[in-house]
């Protein structure tokens, strides 16, 4: 198991307490205590230097939306006490080595936030925060891409249910219906017309 840069080794015994060697993502090593692991401890202290020295950085930016969206991308990645860090942090979502590198290297990669109505979304939201699986996206896109949405490929083209609905004129849920329920093909589902009620009548 790995808990934020902290790879248990070996367990140490003494003290009273289970405490681990374990070894940093840096190549340092730190004993823990067992019950602080991925609570107060994620690092053998680099990644507190290393905030601690973007904070004193000058980026000419830093009062940016933009630079408070890094900035807290990576509090609730690596820091338990930030009120989103359960829902990653705490489920293994990670930021790559870059964008942790500095604020820089994030906006080469991503450019200024478009809008106030902009904010980072990561497309796999099962994978980590690096540019080939983050845009900037409403909160409309936002919401399509959330982990219950089932993302479909159709003809090349690969988008969730919600969005298939909408560019093939169908009723809201009516896909979802067909292939979850109904256990249709995915070919049968999307290409299956829709009956108005006056078909219905004439077939009974």
């Known amino acids: 198991m790995k808990f934020g840069r902290l790879t248990p080794i070996s367990p140490v015994r003494g003290h009273g307490k289970l405490r681990w060697l374990c070894k940093c993502d840096c190549g340092n090593t730190k004993i823990v205590f067992s019950s602080d692991l991925g609570v107060n ?39 338990p006490s930030s009120r989103h860090y359960y829902r990653y942090g705490m489920r293994g979502i990670k930021v790559c080595k870059r964008w942790m590198d500095g604020f820089q290297n994030f906006l080469d990669d991503m450019g200024e936030c478009p809008s106030s109505k902009h904010s980072l979304d990561r497309i796999n939201n099962e ?47 009516c896909l979802q219906q067909r292939i979850s329920k109904r256990k249709w093909s995915i070919e049968k589902a999307f290409t299956t017309p829709i009956k108005t009620p006056c078909q219905k009548k004439l077939k009974s």
Do not use: V
């Open 41 to 79: 401890s994620n690092s053998c202290g680099c990644l507190r230097k290393e905030i601690t020295k973007a904070r004193r950085t000058t980026h000419g930016l830093s009062n940016t939306r933009t630079y408070t969206i890094w900035w807290d991308m990576k509090l609730r990645c690596y820091y």
């Open 127 to 173: 994978g980590n925060y690096t540019p080939e699986n983050c845009r900037w996206a409403t909160s409309q896109q936002q919401a399509q891409n959330t982990r219950t949405n089932h993302m479909i490929s159709w003809q090349g083209q690969t988008k969730c249910i919600a969005q298939w609905e909408r560019d093939l004129g169908f009723p809201s849920h």
